[in-house]
Nanobody, 118 residues
């Protein structure tokens, strides 16, 4: 059973940093493109950053320079390094894995809460 488990969320002061992890099991991570999304209260889920099937990376324009996505295939894990956090970054952050070839095959994690205090 494929599963994505996020960790690393929590409460941090504005200007602080967090690193989120997404541990994948039940899938061959190299066959999937990973991404991070977030959803703030009362708002739609939005893209934070993601790997494309060709290995390139897309970031939300507003987050470029502060957030960095990475992956370690040997550990079946994707990461999101978040620096200089702001209160408006408060949201539930979700990991996503999309099959590189069969793009309709998509898995989601359960989400991890990130709260940034001012």
């Amino acid at each position: 059973q494929p599963q994505l488990v996020e960790s690393g969320g929590g409460l941090v002061q504005a200007g602080g940093s967090l690193r989120l992890s997404c541990a994948a099991s039940g899938i061959t991570s190299s066959a999937f493109a990973f991404g991070w999304y977030r959803q703030a209260p009362g708002k739609q889920r939005e893209l934070v950053a993601r790997f494309n099937s060709d290995g390139t990376i897309n970031y939300a324009d507003s987050l470029k320079g502060r957030f960095t996505i990475s992956r370690d295939n040997a550990k079946n894990t994707a990461y999101l390094q978040m620096n200089n956090l702001r209160p408006e970054d408060t949201a539930v952050y979700y990991c996503n894995a999309k099959n590189r070839i069969f793009t309709s095959v998509v898995y989601w994690g359960q989400g991890t809460q990130v709260t940034v205090s001012s």
